[in-house]
């Protein structure tokens, strides 16, 4: 609600948000014939904010000015307010009010009259201590303007230049601006801006002897690069400079390659602006949702630039995760992810075959926990006995699994074993492996069962007298065509047997049959009695 403190004229409102900036300007005056000039109080208010009740204080030089005396205005009038005013030891503070529901349209709030001292042409009278208030008794936010008083017969000042500082704006920024007469001052220079998102004080008084006066525009919201322009007015001159209202840039993209690290690792990050960075550049900040990958704390796309990289490392972690960076700048916010992945450990280690002959190679596999990373994984190899020959290491490729690699056995004078070890990050696995000495001798043959009836089968077992190395084939023949047995059956390398099948046919008669087998001229014979029926056991 709105108090009135009558006898000192004083208006206290209660507070509230402010809706716009409003101003109350002092137009110009002359001193006429008696020493007396008039001048008027101009309000112009932004939109829903028009006061219900407006207090001020005009200030003068009391060597310049003998009285000063104020009327309400047709706007204040038309509300239907009254003005109490109070002198004071060089000032004037007036109160208009009256009921609250009328308000105060823009336009004249007071008309002023001054009288000046013998001999004093010209003053300046500024207006301050403005307090407005709207008809729900909430205050409101009301800039003084002030004026002057010039002599009758003085040629009007001639508007010179207008200036701003910077002339491009964005959102929230300012610039400080001059506007310069010609003469020696004394004048009251209007204001416009073209554009909602660019605002000005309505008037700058040039004060008697000066020859400029500053004010500032303010950039409000900007949904879109713009131009516009502020113009000055005095005694029908007008200049007007153009601003550009820009949008500030922000952050279009980011992007981190690779997107998975192990620890040690590291990735290189760009981040791409909407726009091109402006005069100075832009910071954009930067921040990680895990403490073990490490990142700047921001970086600075160059004036003129879009993109910006910078490296990410990642360090140690107990497990798997995936860890974000996120990019900010002028409220606009990008993410990317990078997993930070446990190194890999070993996941198994096989040769084939595991006895070698002199000579001859054995393929040996790694195979990891999880795919290698970015750059690969090196497995140490090692082994004590230098009857085998292998490298020091093998790197399986990223992305994979598993790698191979090949394991040959020297010359020995009887049969050896040794030990060949895989290790990755303090895991290893070892494999044995067994140099033989010579080539493999058949030993022995055996069939089972011995007997056989028509259609009816046998498995033969072949034993060698050590480990075939890379494997061995051996030559099966039979003396008759009615048992039926493999041209030849091979021995895997590092294996010492193996089977085959041999079938009985049609029969006219009971006979033996013998299995005869051949390794370098060595050979093992089996028999087996095949019958026509299966009551007789043997011939």
């Known amino acids: 609600m709105i108090r009135i403190l009558c006898m000192l004229g004083i208006l206290i409102a209660s507070s509230g948000g402010a809706r716009g900036q409003g101003y109350l300007s002092l137009t110009p005056g002359t001193v006429s014939a008696d020493g007396s000039a008039t001048l008027t109080l101009n309000l112009t208010s932004p939109g829903g904010a028009a006061p219900a009740a407006i207090q001020w204080e005009l200030t003068y030089s009391r060597a310049d000015v003998v009285s000063m005396s104020a009327v309400t205005g047709d706007s204040a009038a038309t509300a239907g307010k009254s003005i109490y005013c109070t002198g004071r030891r060089g000032s004037y503070l007036c109160l208009l009010a009256g009921l609250n529901v009328g308000i105060i349209r823009d336009g004249v709030a007071a008309v002023v009259k001054v009288a000046m001292a013998p001999g004093v042409s010209s003053t300046a009278i500024g207006v301050t201590g403005v307090l407005g208030a709207g008809w729900y008794g909430d205050s409101l936010a009301v800039s003084g303007v002030g004026g002057v008083v010039?002599?009758?017969?003085?040629?009007?000042?001639?508007?010179?230049?207008?200036a701003c500082s910077p002339t491009s704006l964005g959102p929230g920024e300012s610039a400080k601006c001059t506007a310069s007469v010609s003469g020696e001052g004394g004048a009251t220079i209007t204001l416009a801006s073209d554009e909602a998102a660019l605002t000005a004080p309505p008037a700058v008084a040039v004060q008697a002897g000066s020859t400029a006066a500053t004010f500032m525009?303010?950039?409000?919201?900007?949904?879109?690069?713009?131009?516009?322009a502020i113009t000055a007015t005095?005694?029908?001159?007008?200049?007007?400079?153009?601003?550009?209202?820009?949008?500030?840039?922000?952050?279009?993209?980011?992007?981190?390659?690779?997107?998975?690290?192990?620890?040690?690792?590291?990735?290189?990050?760009?981040?791409?602006?909407?726009?091109?960075?402006?005069?100075?550049?832009?910071?954009?900040?930067?921040s990680s949702s895990a403490s073990a990958l490490s990142i700047p704390p921001s970086i600075t796309v160059e004036a003129g630039g879009t993109t910006r990289t910078f490296g990410a490392t990642a360090g140690a972690v107990a497990a798997d995760l995936t860890a974000t960076i996120t990019a900010t700048l002028n409220g606009s916010s990008v993410a990317a992810s990078?997993?930070?992945?446990?190194?890999?450990?070993?996941?198994?280690?096989?040769?084939?075959?595991?006895?070698?002959?002199?000579?001859?190679t054995s393929t040996c596999t790694v195979t990891l926990s999880k795919?290698?990373?970015?750059?690969?994984?090196?497995?140490?190899?090692?082994?004590?006995?230098?009857?085998?020959?292998?490298?020091?290491?093998?790197?399986?490729?990223?992305?994979?699994?598993?790698?191979?690699?090949?394991?040959?056995?020297?010359?020995?004078?009887?049969?050896?074993?040794?030990?060949?070890?895989?290790?990755?990050?303090?895991?290893?696995?070892?494999?044995?492996?067994?140099a033989l000495a010579g080539s493999p001798l058949l030993q022995q043959m055996a069939c089972a069962p011995a007997v056989l009836g028509p259609g009816m089968s046998a498995i033969c077992t072949i034993t060698l007298s050590q480990p075939a190395g890379e494997g061995v084939r051996i030559f099966v023949s039979s003396n008759t065509t009615l048992l039926e047995v493999p041209l030849r059956v091979s021995v895997p390398g590092g294996l010492t047997s193996s089977n085959f099948t041999v079938t009985a046919g049609d029969l006219a008669a009971s006979q033996t049959a013998v299995i005869t087998a051949n390794l370098a001229g060595v050979t093992q014979a089996a028999s087996i009695f095949l019958v026509v029926s299966g009551t007789e056991l043997r011939p």
């Open 217 to 228: 525009a303010a950039a409000g919201t900007i949904a879109s690069d713009r131009q516009a």
């Open 338 to 360: 990078i997993v930070l992945g446990t190194p890999p450990s070993l996941g198994a280690f096989w040769c084939a075959p595991t006895s070698i002959a002199s000579g001859k």
């Open 371 to 434: 795919a290698a990373g970015q750059g690969g994984i090196r497995v140490a190899l090692s082994h004590a006995a230098s009857v085998l020959t292998a490298a020091d290491s093998v790197t399986v490729p990223a992305g994979s699994l598993t790698a191979s690699f090949p394991v040959t056995a020297g010359t020995v004078a009887q049969n050896q074993t040794t030990a060949l070890t895989a290790s990755l990050n303090g895991n290893s696995m070892p494999v044995f492996l067994t």
């Open 234 to 286: 005095l005694n029908g001159r007008s200049l007007t400079l153009p601003i550009s209202l820009v949008v500030p840039p922000k952050v279009a993209g980011l992007t981190c390659n690779p997107a998975t690290l192990a620890a040690g690792a590291n990735a290189m990050c760009a981040v791409t602006l909407s726009k091109a960075a402006g005069a100075g550049g832009a910071a954009v900040a930067l």
């Open 150 to 162: 010039t002599p009758a017969l003085s040629a009007p000042a001639a508007l010179a230049a207008l």
